[in-house]
T-cell receptor, first 118, second 115 residues
Framework: GAVVSQHPSWVICKSGTSVKIECRSL??????MFWYRQFPKQSLMLMAT?????????EQGVEKDKFLINHASLTLSTLTVTSAHPEDSSFYIC??????????????FGEGSRLTVL | AQSVAQPEDQVNVAEGNPLTVKCTYS??????LFWYVQYPNRGLQFLLK??????LVKGSYGFEAEFNKSQTSFHLKKPSALVSDSALYFC?????????????FGSGTRLSIRP
């Protein structure tokens, strides 16, 4: 199946700094990628839809200026958590949709990034 | 609006016994249904999907799921559980009516297989 790589897997940062998380589709092109946030023992919360070459579409309640998303190529989307605070600590997961599965919407997920803000 | 429900937070099964993880859904049109598995501190892995055709869908690691339109269910099953099946399982649904519709995930069911 299609492979999605996410980096870094773990990151610890100080409050007030910014952190960038990368999501790459390794063997397919993804015009659309999705960013999720997962709290302990909870389901995935869709944060935003990342569209190649255009602005991301954010879900209601997600701060655009806090979570910057850039989808500069067909294989790379980045999520930057700006001025991170302890409440931003979470598990962030990206996913991508393979074009052949565009109709069905099947998603392939990265391994996730655990962010801890001190 | 589309939705998906996983009524059980946790399912406990003895190794070698059959397992079932329940999922029900609600969509406007015809559903596209998915099951994903998540191991600790990892992303989600795709198990299987139902798009159309046979109601019984076979997937990875010996799992299968049965689409039941009248009961709007898509329960995940495996004839003989393994300890390594212990993980968090997510059911997901997408409405085929609109290509812009998003995939909605259930709340997850933690499957625990005891030796």
């Amino acid at each position: 199946g299609a492979v999605v790589s996410q980096h870094p897997s773990w990151v610890i940062c100080k409050s007030g700094t910014s952190v960038k998380i990368e999501c790459r589709s390794l063997d397919f092109q993804a015009t659309t990628m999705f960013w999720y946030r997962q709290f302990p023992k909870q389901s995935l919360m869709l944060m935003a839809t990342s569209n190649e070459g255009s602005k991301a579409t954010y879900e209601q309640g997600v701060e655009k200026d806090k979570f910057l998303i850039n989808h500069a190529s067909l294989t790379l989307s980045t999520l930057t958590v700006t001025s991170a605070h302890p409440e931003d600590s979470s598990f962030y997961i990206c996913s991508a949709r393979e074009e052949e599965a565009l109709r069905t919407g099947e998603l392939f997920f990265g391994e996730g990034s655990r962010l801890t803000v001190l | 609006a589309q939705s998906v429900a996983q009524p059980e937070d946790q399912v406990n099964v003895a190794e070698g016994n059959p397992l079932t993880v329940k999922c029900t859904y609600s969509v406007s049109g015809n559903p596209y249904l998915f099951w994903y598995v998540q191991y600790p501190n990892r992303g989600l892995q795709f198990l299987l999907k139902y798009i159309t055709g046979d109601n019984l869908v076979k997937g990875s690691y010996g799992f299968e799921a049965e689409f039941n339109k009248s009961q709007t269910s898509f329960h995940l099953k495996k004839p003989s559980a393994l300890v390594s099946d212990s993980a968090l399982y997510f059911c997901a649904v997408r409405d085929s009516y609109s290509s812009a519709s998003k995939i909605i995930f259930g709340s997850g069911t933690r499957l625990s297989i005891r030796p």
